[in-house]
């Protein structure tokens, strides 16, 4: 590694924030704006976008698309802002009817451009406590219609809380474990590997029961097997989150599942078994 390479990432890292701090007091007015367009779902996402465009980095759209291949439209907003942006606002909205923050976020779930999908799935989490069952539905909608890896992990948070507010949920997720489509399919990584950290104090069980563990590993073994890459490292992530819970569990599942590669000499499942070591125990 030569000199300028070496220097690179610290040059860019220190650009990054520099731009950030640059704009964050715009993104809190943004956020401010938006309360006050909670009413006009059309209107509310004309101004975000407006606000996005103008608070995007035309260097990081590049940065997006190099992690994310085949990512949509993006208008290339730093995750700090976007942050920022969403803090604002559900600040100004604590008070405001989830009916209409549910008609705002079924408004930005059909935008095209990410960053508007992604604010409106931040805004899912808040609304499970007081309209579960729309809120669901637009979470199952999302699941349906995400196509990148960025947006399926986006979800995975509120869709953990979800399932823990509702045990029947489980079915659910477990049924993606089928689905043709490969980002339903890691869904159910990316949900196990959040659940973890839902906290008690959402007003449901936590993410760290026992029950979690062992929905957890039945599901994992049914697509251990998987060839999809973005499958795997999702399923790779769950596991390592789920040791976090029960390590003796996992070292017994991932045991039984390095004997089964060794039999079949599935290379899939023998990555996600290498790839999950490093949560358990050296010996």
């Known amino acids: ?16 924030n520099r731009f950030v701090a640059a704009h964050l007091a715009e993104a809190g007015k943004l956020g401010a704006l938006l309360t006050d367009l909670v009413a006009d779902p059309d209107a509310f996402l ?3 976008k407006a606000g996005f465009a103008d608070l995007a980095d035309a260097t990081y759209v590049e940065g997006q698309r ?14 700090p802002l976007m942050e920022a942006v969403h803090k604002a606002f559900k600040r ?5 009817s989830s009916a209409l923050i549910l008609d705002i976020a079924d408004r930005l779930l059909r935008e095209d451009v990410r960053e508007a999908r992604w604010f409106g ?10 309209d579960p069952e729309r809120t669901w539905q637009l979470l199952r909608r999302a699941a349906s219609e995400a196509d990148d890896w960025i947006s399926v992990d986006t979800l995975a948070h509120p869709y953990a809380e979800g399932i823990l507010r509702d045990p ?3 079915a659910e997720i477990e049924q993606f474990v089928y689905s043709p489509w490969r980002w339903e399919r890691r869904l159910v990584g990316s949900t196990l ?8 104090g959402t007003g449901c069980g936590g993410g760290r029961e026992p029950t979690v563990v062992a929905h957890g590993v039945a599901a994992i073994g049914q697509l251990i097997g998987d060839d999809e890459p973005d499958v795997q490292k999702a399923l790779s ?4 989150a789920l040791a976090s819970v029960d390590q003796a569990a996992v070292t017994r599942f991932l045991e039984k599942e390095t004997e089964a590669a060794r039999r079949t000499n599935d290379g899939h499942r023998a990555w996600v078994v290498r790839d999950s070591l490093s949560k358990l125990a050296p010996e």
């Open 193 to 200: 590997a959040t659940m973890p950290h839902v906290h008690e």
């Open 92 to 96: 100004g909205t604590k008070q405001t």
């Open 66 to 79: 190099l992690v994310a291949p085949g990512l949509g439209p993006v208008l290339g907003v730093r995750l």
């Open 168 to 170: 029947r949920r489980w």
């Open 121 to 130: 799935m931040w805004n899912l989490g808040r609304l499970l406590p007081s």
């Open 46 to 48: 004309a101004a975000l």
């Open 237 to 240: 992530w769950a596991l390592r």
């Open 1 to 16: 590694m030569n000199v300028a390479t070496a220097r690179a990432p610290s040059a860019t890292t220190a650009a990054s």
